[in-house]
């Protein structure tokens, strides 16, 4: 079965996540879009910052960090980051 656009969109962006976290944590990791960050990372404030960074160096956005406050999954973040490349 294809795979539609948004959804082509949504595994690239859970992809580059991926990548994102493995430069940071220096370790390999598998996530899914219900992968809570947090929790299921094992990573603190600090962790995800710089993951956060990582990302809008890849896609050239900037993520505020009002909208960082609510995100718990890594889906969450996937959302965020897409809705922030369409709005460019």
Do not use: C, Q, Y
């Not at 595994?11 to 390999?28: H, K």
């Not at 929790?39 to 160096?57: G, H, K, Q, T, Y």
């Not at 050239?60 to 969450?76: F, K």
């Amino acid at each position: 079965m294809a795979l539609g656009a948004d959804e082509r969109v949504a595994d690239l962006t859970l992809r580059e996540i991926s990548r994102a976290a493995e430069a940071v944590l220096g370790r390999p990791v598998e996530l899914t879009s219900r992968t809570d960050i947090a929790r299921d990372l094992a990573i603190d404030s600090l962790a995800l910052m710089n993951i956060v960074m990582e990302l809008e160096d890849k896609f050239d956005l900037s993520i505020p960090l009002d909208r960082m406050a609510v995100v718990e999954t890594v889906g969450e973040l996937a959302s965020v980051v897409d809705e922030l490349r369409t709005k460019r």
